[in-house]
């Protein structure tokens, strides 16, 4: 296999992009790493954004761990179940994530509902736990995407763009080669490779500027639980785009309706009511004297 990467139109060329570093005999995932990685600076954030508001940076260890616990199984579940096909004839495949094979939306219900019930055992509302861990859930996905990029994995279809991505075919599951990829394939020094929109990239540079504009409103909302409903909302409608892109959608059983565009539209709607009406009750409440 080819371990090279390339963005021609940019004028990059990686020769070597490992997927693992080796610890004496044991290999270590890349993705692993990087999942990780996105894993405490998230945590930083939030308790950076706990000591902020007056609460217990202690509680929100506690929270951020337990949400990322129940996030990834969460994930994991949530893809296998939407990806039966492939595991279904090898059960124990379904435990192992050091290739991939985790859904964001499945992370983001599984560490919701944990983050609420632990919030509820430290008696601390839950629109108060999402909002200060809103921030930190998009520093958890921009570095946790790149995860994505040393797998050779969600990518999308051809493109010719600034950002257009050159993959070796042999590097990549063949079952996530179209024909028009097949039909643009390029040969470069013997190494055939397809040419793909970075959606890993794509969604990182879009969690960046969601990120920026959390920060700018952090302060200047309504009512609990209104930087999270941004985030839900705000992510939902980049992702909506992104996922229109990919080759490897997950989809509704007995469809071909990709399961994150229905959830990132379900997602926006909902969340832009509630901030709508949200800001509205807010505005009706009779001021402090």
Known sequence: MD??????????????????????????????????????????????RAKETGQSEDDYVDLVIGGLICGVIGARIYYVIFAWDYYKDDILSVFNIRQGGLAIYGGIIGGVLALCV????????????????????PVGQIIGRWGNFFNREAFGKY??????????????????????????????DGVQYIQVHPTFLYEGMWNAGLLLFLFLVRNKTKFEGELFLLYVAGYGLGRFWIESLRTD????????????????AVSVVVSVTWI???????GKKPQAA
Request: charged share 15%; proline share 4%; hydrophobic share 50%.
């Open 3 to 48: 371990y090279s990467i390339n963005f021609p139109n940019l004028g990059i060329y990686l020769k070597h992009v490992g997927k693992n570093i080796m610890v004496g005999n044991f290999a270590i995932a890349y993705y692993g790493i990087v999942i990780a990685l996105g894993m405490m600076l998230g945590l930083l954030v939030c308790t950076k």
């Open 118 to 137: 632990i919030g509820k055992m430290k008696k601390i509302p839950a629109w108060r736990v999402l909002d200060t861990i809103a921030m930190g859930v």
């Open 159 to 188: 493109t010719n763009n600034l950002f257009a991505m050159q993959l070796p075919v042999s590097a990549v599951r063949q079952n996530e080669i179209t024909e028009e990829m097949w039909q643009h394939a390029v040969t470069v």
């Open 249 to 264: 959608q997950l989809l509704l059983p007995g469809t071909h309706i990709p399961v994150s565009m229905v959830v990132s």
């Open 276 to 282: 709508v009406c949200g800001r509205r009750r807010a």
